[in-house]
């Protein structure tokens, strides 16, 4: 599979897709656990392999620390989807994305909110690093 922006962008389009569809079925207010397990099975239909929950190491310099710092989904092992049900996605959210983007050597991240009328409009910000800037285009 040749990892490009455009196959990273189509991909996003639609992890954002099933978000919309949980949050179409399910409306705003529930605990971010709900929506993690309904946002998992429609990635899932759509056919889509995600990990969820998974421990992310943490090294600094040669010393490797043992920490309970988790993720909450991983697309294709490409994209990490950070969920939330809350009154907005606020700046320390896009830096902990940004965080496990850098630690996990993955090029995108998506903040997905259920806690909004309309996930597109409100609801989500995508965020790219210097390993998306260095992918091909197309």
Same mark, same amino acid.
């Given at each position: 599979?040749?990892?490009?922006? !455009?196959?990273?962008?189509e991909l996003?389009?639609?992890?954002?897709?099933?978000?919309?569809?949980?949050?179409?079925?399910?409306?705003?207010?529930?605990?971010?656990?709900?929506?993690?397990?309904?946002?998992?099975?429609?990635?899932?239909?759509?056919?889509?392999?995600?990990?969820?929950?998974?421990?992310?190491?943490?090294?600094? !310099?040669?010393?490797?620390?043992?920490?309970?710092?988790?993720?909450?989904?991983?697309?294709?092992?490409?994209?990490?989807?950070?969920?939330?049900?809350?009154?907005?996605?606020?700046?320390?959210?896009?830096?902990?994305?940004?965080?496990?983007?850098?630690?996990?050597?993955?090029?995108?991240?998506?903040?997905?909110?259920?806690?909004?009328?309309?996930?597109?409009?409100?609801?989500?910000?995508?965020?790219?690093?210097?390993?998306?800037?260095?992918?091909?285009?197309?």
């Open positions: 599979m040749n990892i490009t922006q !455009k196959f990273l962008d996003t389009y639609k992890i954002i897709g099933c978000a919309i569809e949980v949050h179409k079925q399910l409306g705003p207010g529930l605990l971010e656990s709900v929506y993690e397990k309904c946002f998992i099975h429609e990635l899932g239909l759509k056919g889509l392999h995600c990990q969820s929950q998974q421990k992310i190491p943490i090294v600094y !310099k040669d010393l490797r620390l043992e920490a309970e710092l988790r993720y909450d989904v991983l697309v294709e092992n490409l994209i990490i989807a950070e969920l939330k049900s809350m009154d907005g996605i606020l700046p320390i959210h896009e830096a902990v994305l940004l965080t496990y983007l850098k630690m996990l050597n993955k090029p995108k991240g998506v903040i997905i909110n259920f806690n909004c009328t309309n996930i597109f409009k409100e609801g989500q910000r995508t965020l790219v690093n210097e390993l998306y800037a260095a992918l091909p285009k197309n």
